[in-house]
């Protein structure tokens, strides 16, 4: 019983370990796109697309 609970805390530790790698690298690569575009400019190249929706105009379906 006692190995089982030690197989079990070592496969949580390597589990978590890989989230936080995963989350660490996700964090980098959105640094690095902010640094590239900043957020402003990219939601405002958004807003100007012809086919962009406001809010109020989408069904309710959408929301």
């Given amino acids: 019983?006692?190995?089982l609970f030690?197989?079990?805390?070592?496969?949580?530790?390597?589990?978590m370990s890989i989230?936080?790698?995963?989350?660490?690298?996700g964090y980098n690569m959105y640094k690095e796109a902010i640094e590239n575009t900043?957020?402003?400019?990219?939601?405002?190249e958004i807003?100007?697309?012809e086919n962009y929706a406001k809010f109020s105009e989408l069904k309710?379906?959408?929301?």
Avoid: A, R, T
């Fill in 38 to 44: 900043p957020l402003e400019e990219k939601v405002s």
């Fill in 1 to 3: 019983m006692k190995k």
């Fill in 19 to 25: 989230v936080l790698l995963f989350i660490g690298n």
């Fill in 6 to 15: 030690k197989v079990l805390i070592f496969l949580l530790l390597i589990g």
């Fill in 60 to 63: 309710f379906n959408y929301i």
């Fill in 47 to 49: 807003k100007s697309k």
